[in-house]
Structures are given as structure tokens and as C-alpha cells.
């Protein structure tokens, strides 16, 4: 991303940041400035160096599959329950 222009904040420490439409999404760690033209993030960069479009927040597509599927559990006619939780991690290739 380059530096921007004008008053405000480009990203706040706690958005989420996702490189092109299929890339991982990242964390911001630390809130940056409309002028900076830097970001910091919660890990290293995956993808390659490249352009593209940055989507943000709920633009971000997650991907993750679950690894802990509990028993549903039926009760008071058509109601579904669960076990316990639900654990989901992100894929990342």
C-alpha cells in the first residue's frame, strides 16, 4: 500500500487486512496513519510481492477448516445442540 493523503488513519491496530481475494488475512498490529506508508501486521507475509486490491474487515475471506466437529444433540422437538465446541483453524499452503 502506498502512504495516502489527508487527515485520519489508513488501518487500526485489531483490522483485518486480506491480500488480493484469495490471500491470507492478516492482523494489524499497530494503527497507522493516513501518511505512512507502512503497515505492521501480526505475522510475516505470505504472498508474493505483487499488486492487487486489499480488501478489509468483513471484506476479508477466511480460510479455515474445522478440526473439531462435536455430536449434535436434538432436544425440545426440533431444536439443535451441540456437544461442544466448534475448533477451526486457518489453512495456510
Request: hydrophobic share 35%; charged share 20%.
Amino acid at each position: 500500500m502506498t502512504g495516502g493523503s489527508g487527515s485520519g488513519n489508513r488501518v487500526v491496530a485489531g483490522d483485518f487486512l486480506q491480500l488480493t481475494t484469495n490471500g491470507h488475512v492478516y492482523k494489524v498490529v499497530e494503527t497507522s496513519a493516513s501518511n505512512d506508508t507502512s503497515i505492521r501486521v501480526h505475522r510475516p507475509i505470505i504472498e508474493e510481492a505483487g499488486t492487487g486490491e486489499v480488501s478489509v474487515g468483513g471484506a476479508c475471506n477466511f480460510r479455515v477448516k474445522c478440526t473439531q466437529f462435536p455430536k449434535p444433540r436434538i432436544f425440545a422437538r426440533n431444536q439443535v445442540g451441540w456437544t461442544g465446541a466448534f475448533i477451526f483453524v486457518e489453512v495456510i499452503d
